[in-house]
């Protein structure tokens, strides 16, 4: 009993840790590419993209 206690409060914490340190990131759409090309995300962070092209770009 205690142990399982134990472990659904270090999950809790950690859980509460993650969702704290989401970062916020631009990626810019420039002719035929993406910058930075790869991005390293967590659920929670908030991904931007600026449109760089001049021309209309879907982002799937």
Do not use: H, R, W
């Not at 472990?7 to 914490?13: V, W």
């Not at 989401?22 to 035929?32: C, K, L, T, V």
Request: glycine residues 8%.
């Amino acid at each position: 009993m205690y142990k399982s206690l134990m472990f659904s409060i270090a999950a809790l914490g950690l859980c509460a840790a993650q969702s704290a340190s989401a970062e916020p990131f631009d990626i810019q759409i420039e002719e035929g590419a993406f910058y930075p090309e790869i991005t390293y995300l967590i659920p929670g962070d908030e991904v931007k993209f600026v449109n760089n092209n001049g021309g209309t770009v879907k982002v799937i």
